[in-house]
């Protein structure tokens, strides 16, 4: 459980740089800031072990990421109308 966290935290590092630099910073911050919440919340509250919610937590966060990567960047001629 442990390594599938560390990658999903890792792709959500990676694409939040990728978004950031296509001028998406305050999404990404968003999105980095909600997670935060939901993590801090879900380890006060004891819902689930602190790994299961390091794992949901990264693995929806990677997923909203992805998602505004295809929407934002989806097209290879963004430039052009």
């Not at 509250?45 to 960047?73: D, F, K, W």
């Amino acid at each position: 459980m442990r390594s599938a966290t560390l990658l999903l935290v890792g792709a959500v590092l990676w694409t939040g740089l990728l978004l950031q630099l296509s001028g998406a910073a305050t999404l990404v911050a968003a999105v980095c800031a909600g997670a935060a919440a939901v993590q801090t919340v879900a380890l006060l509250t004891g819902t689930g072990g602190p790994a299961l919610a390091g794992l949901c937590v990264a693995a929806g966060s990677a997923s909203v990421l992805a998602v505004l990567v295809c929407v934002l960047l989806g097209r290879a001629t963004a430039h052009r109308l």
